[in-house]
């Protein structure tokens, strides 16, 4: 019974070691992650103009959207588009990159859309974000 | 000596639990770290004057 309750006691001893552990930051600081983040902060400067106009907004699943193609003029909505798929490669590969490097692959998801409520929390007044499936105005 | 044989495989199974609680996604961390990376990715917009930077890096 002894031997039991030493058991027991090196049990919880260890439950308590792995809480630590478990409530350790995520590494986000490293040469991978740190890449896609400069690449998306050189094309915030050419993309915020269209968030502010409607053109693009943020929606609920992490990424951005042409939302209202209206808003740009039509020479222009090629590459619109480009920029809008460029920065969603960017952000896919930010999710990936940040579930990888700490080692848990399977995080993605989470990653993904604890991003996705973030980025639409920061987002300036004026532009449009993806709520329950409609677009609205901050 | 027989318990053992109960208290054993009770212990294995609290020992998996264990293992489970450590790969829980870490949401406050991940909230902390998305900041931070938002943060860097817009502060270029013209109504953020990069007033907002020193304290993030310190906190563990």
Redesign the interface.
């Given at each position: 019974?002894n031997?039991?309750l030493k058991?027991?006691v090196a049990?919880v001893a260890?439950?308590a070691a792995?809480?630590v552990?478990?409530?350790?930051?995520?590494e986000?600081n490293t040469p991978g992650?740190n890449a896609i983040?400069q690449s998306?902060?050189a094309r915030?400067?050419q993309l915020?103009g269209h968030y502010t106009s409607g053109a693009v907004g943020l929606t609920a699943d992490g990424l951005i959207a042409l939302r209202d193609a209206g808003a740009v003029p039509l020479a222009q909505r090629q590459a619109v588009n480009a920029l809008v798929a460029a920065e969603n490669n960017d952000r896919n590969a930010?999710y990936a990159e940040?579930a990888n490097v700490n080692g848990?692959p399977e995080?993605q998801a989470?990653?993904r859309s604890?991003?996705a409520?973030?980025?639409i929390q920061?987002a300036?007044p004026g532009w449009w974000v993806q709520s329950g499936g409609a677009w609205r105005q901050k | 000596m027989k318990k053992v044989w109960v208290a054993l495989p009770l212990a294995a199974f609290a020992l998996s639990a264990c293992v489970t609680i450590n790969i829980y996604f870490p949401a406050a961390a991940a909230e902390k770290a998305a900041d931070k990376i938002i943060e860097e990715v817009w502060q270029t917009q013209q109504d953020k004057p990069a007033a907002n930077q020193p304290d993030v890096k310190e906190t563990k």
């Open positions: 019974m031997a039991v058991f027991l049990l260890l439950t792995l809480n552990f478990a409530a350790a930051d995520l986000v992650v983040k998306m902060q915030h400067a915020a930010l940040i848990h995080w989470e990653i604890t991003f409520q973030r980025w920061r300036q | -």
